[in-house]
């Protein structure tokens, strides 16, 4: 079977920014933890005077002396959750099914300095109590969640970066496409992803596959053969689809 094969040219159109602004970003950077970690910098941190919370010790780690922009950035995540569901496959289970979900994910991010970055992210997707055993969506043991060559130029107004391996995807509302955050185990594709920035446009070409759990899902998925789209990014963060 050949594998199935996703095309998206994705235009993002990013508000528009002035030297204020950039002056006050640089002032207060941006420490927030990200839907996606592969998008979170933790650079500023090469300052010891910003270094405030616990974990910062292992966000930005110096891997070559007189060199700032050679690091590594240690992240994780640890979710517990108990579900609960009644009335399930259309109320024909006389019984409530209620199981335990744990995820765990720990990831490894390395600048080798402005142009070349790798990125690892480990998974592991735990189900327990379930009556009828745990669905694909519900368990998935250790596993990559992402692990990809980045090559490009240097960030920012005007870039261009390439991404090749497994990798996670969320644009817009996530309805098209989307790392899955509700379930336990969440999704990721395989292939090519070419980000560009000119100016406050944002245009990103796709050539990926999803990594799937299942036959099942891997044989739906193969009826769809080629995906091709345009979104752009409104000033007011409203992505349209065509």
């Known amino acids: 079977m050949l594998p199935i094969m996703a095309v998206a040219f994705l235009v993002g159109v990013l508000p528009a920014r002035s030297q204020s602004d950039h002056a006050v970003a640089a002032a207060n950077p941006d420490g927030s933890y990200q839907l996606l970690s592969e998008d979170e910098d933790w650079s500023f941190l090469k300052d010891p005077a910003l270094r405030q919370d616990f974990w910062d010790p292992i966000k930005y780690i110096p891997l070559r002396n007189g060199a700032d922009d050679w690091y590594l950035t240690i992240g994780g995540e640890a979710r517990e959750v108990w579900e609960q569901i009644g009335n399930d496959n259309w109320g024909e289970s006389p019984f409530w099914n209620g199981y335990f979900n744990e995820r765990y994910i720990i990831h490894f991010d390395v600048h080798y300095?402005?142009?070349?970055?790798?990125?690892?992210?480990?998974?592991?997707?735990?189900?327990?109590?379930?009556?009828?055993?745990?669905?694909?969506?519900?368990?998935?043991?250790?596993?990559?969640?992402?692990?990809?060559?980045?090559?490009?130029?240097?960030?920012?107004?005007?870039?261009?970066?390439?991404?090749?391996?497994?990798?996670?995807?969320?644009?817009?509302?996530?309805?098209?496409?989307?790392?899955?955050?509700?379930?336990?185990?969440?999704?990721?594709f395989d292939g090519f992803r070419l980000k560009t920035k000119v100016h406050s446009w944002q245009i990103d070409g796709l050539a990926v596959r999803p990594d799937l759990e299942s036959w099942f899902l891997r044989q739906c998925a193969e009826s769809c053969s080629w995906l091709l789209g345009c979104i752009r990014n409104t000033p007011h963060n409203r992505w349209n689809y065509s």
Do not use: C, M, W
Request: aromatic letters at 6%.
């Open 113 to 188: 300095g402005k142009h070349l970055r790798t990125f690892v992210e480990l998974k592991s997707g735990l189900n327990s109590f379930r009556i009828g055993g745990p669905r694909p969506i519900d368990e998935k043991k250790l596993d990559f969640q992402a692990a990809f060559l980045e090559l490009g130029t240097t960030a920012g107004e005007n870039s261009v970066n390439l991404l090749v391996g497994r990798q996670e995807l969320e644009y817009g509302s996530g309805r098209l496409i989307d790392v899955r955050e509700g379930p336990n185990v969440r999704l990721s």
